[in-house]
């Protein structure tokens, strides 16, 4: 049963920082692209960065220079590093896994809140 559980989410103020890690199980984690969606109050959930089994990553207009997705393919864990942090960022982050990099992704976890506040 492939598991992803995420951790590292919560309230920040805006121009803060956030790190936010994913563990995956179940899965042959190295195949895999993994990536994060998120999800604001009334909008729909959106695929906002991803990276290859390989590394190659993919990101929305509007992370570039603020968000940095990785991964550690020896301990099966994929992080976010969010900076610069804006009010617009809060939102539900689910982290995701599937075989191509802009997906479809079959696997979700369950969410982390993320809250910036102004």
């Known amino acids: 049963q492939v598991q992803l559980v995420e951790s590292g989410g919560g309230l920040v103020q805006a121009g803060g920082s956030l790190r936010l890690s994913c563990a995956a199980s179940?899965?042959?984690?190295?195949?895999?692209?993994m990536g994060w969606y998120r999800q604001a109050p009334g909008k729909e959930r959106e695929l906002v960065v991803a990276?290859?089994?390989?590394?190659?990553?993919y990101y929305v207009d509007s992370m570039k220079g603020r968000f940095t997705i990785s991964r550690d393919n020896a301990k099966n864990t994929v992080f976010l590093q969010m900076n610069s942090l804006k009010p617009e960022d809060t939102a539900v982050y689910y982290c995701?896994?599937?075989?191509?990099?802009?997906?479809?992704?079959?696997?979700w976890g369950q969410g982390t809140q993320v809250t910036v506040s102004s």
């Open positions: 995701v896994a599937g075989l191509r990099i802009r997906g479809p992704y079959n696997y």
């Open positions: 179940g899965l042959i984690f190295g195949r895999h692209a």
């Open positions: 990276i290859s089994s390989g590394g190659s990553t």
